[in-house]
């Protein structure tokens, strides 16, 4: 609690701040407003000087936890990388970050992953805002060729369920091992390899065999 | 509580049903073997003549839990199906048994995954049967001529990764409206389509273009 006291923001970082050591230390059920102003010595009234409300201190929370991941994302989509590239790394360095966090202070981890559920509304946005910037690099694909026969919002559901591992925390949690950026290549290689090839496929690469048999 | 108890069974049966209302109404954590007994009119030590340990008795309550799941695979193994129809069926039946198990009572459904979280070494096993199981079906696949370049430890980890809303039940009950079974079949032909398929075959594919260009 060494940081100064004389601007607003440092007086906002320093709030969120004992919110987190609380969440650590007790997990994230129950977080009482007038406890994270107590440890700072402030009144709960003081405390609205700086959010106005409940809610926007958990935004500015979770403002704080998604602000270098939404960066990668920003990153990646405006890149010049091809889409399956720019997938991957929508995919890999995001839960990279995951993971050091998790390996940092996994009961930290923990106990944001249960403030996130329990604050759903404002997690919901930034759920969202992932899944635009997934449409923009699937859609990059679609026009170079990739996935035909479906369309957009099937795509983003279908990568949705082949990836949970390397974007569900939860998930990730429990398949560190293997979890590896390696395998999350061999996923988006399926993925781009093997959605909307189907019969039409396997015929080609029989003609393939075939012609090249008579040539 | 009608079941007559004139039978080891019988009891067995009657003190697993008594152990799931509790769990139904109360959750899963600290299940007490005593009160289990009491509300079956038995005292503790007439318990153990049931079940030997309470070790023995969750390993009952899995195995009801795991009866049909089970035979479900066998049964898919041991069919006549293509390898990628089989394991299309192997996810698709227990999914659609687990699904409509949550959906006759979440509460219970949800108690029951916390119950198996806090006795997961019970669980382990039926997982490992599952994958054992699944190795059947890939083995088959490989041998058709699939996943070139892969080998089998390394197939059953993708598959695992990619199929998570299909078979983790904490995923399925967060992604029930995607996760559907045309979108499975999606994932599985992907999968079947995409895994080992690599640059060779988009090579492939452009030499049927070119070849029909000039035909």
Known sequence: MSRPLNDHDAI?????DAAEDMVRARGA????????????????SSFYRYFAS????????????????????EE???????????????FARRVAVKRARFEADPNLFRANMDLGEEHW?????????????MAVVL??????????????????AITNL???PFCNPFVMMDMMRTATPDNLRIV???????????QAAAADKANVTALRAIS
Chains 1, 2 share one sequence.
């Open 139 to 156: 859609g990059e694909a679609m026009s170079e060729g990739y996935f035909e026969g479906y369309d957009l919002d099937h795509i983003i």
């Open 188 to 198: 988006i290689n399926t993925l781009f390899d093997g959605l909307g090839v189907k």
């Open 76 to 90: 990646v989509v405006a890149s010049d990388l091809p889409p399956r590239e720019k997938l991957f790394q929508f």
């Open 12 to 16: 906002r970082t320093q709030l969120m």
């Open 29 to 44: 059920i129950n977080l009482s407003l007038s406890e994270v102003a107590a440890a700072c010595g402030m009144s709960q």
């Open 54 to 73: 409940k809610e926007a201190f958990f935004e500015a929370i979770a403002g704080r936890w998604f602000e270098e991941l939404n960066q990668i994302m």
């Open 162 to 164: 082949m990836v949970q």
């Open 121 to 133: 509304e404002v997690i919901r946005g930034y759920v969202d805002l992932a899944d635009h910037y």
